[in-house]
C-alpha cells in the first residue's frame, strides 16, 4: 500500500518535495522500482522517473535537469523533489511500485498504485 504526502500548493520557482510511505513491502526488497508520476489538468498521465531497490533511479528526460527521487529506508519512504516549478507542474501526483524497471505512466504496469495528491503551483 502507498500514501502520497506533502503540500497542497506551492509557489512558482520553489522546490516541490512529495513523500511516498510504503507499507506491506520493504523498499530494499528485490526487484521492486518505486515510481512518481503525474498528470496534469485534462491532460494524459505522464511518468516522471523510479528509485530501484538498490537505490539508482532514472528520470524522464524532460524532466531529469530539475528532479531528484531519494528513499529512506529507515522509514520505508522514498521522496520526490522537483525544483524551480512552474504552473505547468500543476498535476494529481502519483507514487507507484513495479517488479521491474517501468517508464511508462501505464497503471497496468505497476502492481501498486497511490491515491494521488493534488498539488497546485500559483503565486
Known amino acids: 500500500q502507498l500514501q502520497e504526502s506533502g503540500p497542497g500548493l506551492v509557489k512558482p520557482s520553489q522546490t516541490l518535495f512529495l513523500t511516498c510511505s510504503v507499507s506491506?513491502?520493504?523498499?530494499?526488497?528485490?526487484?521492486?522500482?518505486w515510481g512518481w508520476i503525474r498528470q496534469p489538468p485534462l491532460k494524459p498521465l505522464e511518468w516522471i522517473g523510479y528509485?530501484?531497490?538498490?537505490?539508482?533511479?532514472y528520470y524522464a528526460p524532460t524532466l531529469s535537469s530539475r528532479t531528484s527521487i531519494t528513499s529512506d529506508t529507515s522509514k520505508n519512504q522514498f521522496t520526490l523533489q522537483l525544483d524551480s516549478v512552474t504552473l505547468e507542474d500543476t498535476a494529481v501526483y502519483y507514487c507507484?511500485?513495479?517488479?521491474?524497471?517501468?517508464?511508462?505512466?501505464?497503471?497496468?504496469?505497476?502492481?501498486?498504485w497511490g491515491p494521488g495528491i493534488q498539488v497546485t503551483v500559483s503565486s
Open positions: 507507484a511500485g513495479s517488479d521491474g524497471p517501468v517508464v511508462t505512466p501505464d497503471r497496468f504496469q505497476y502492481d501498486a
Open positions: 506491506g513491502e520493504r523498499l530494499t526488497t528485490a526487484p521492486k522500482y
Open positions: 528509485i530501484r531497490y538498490s537505490g539508482s533511479t
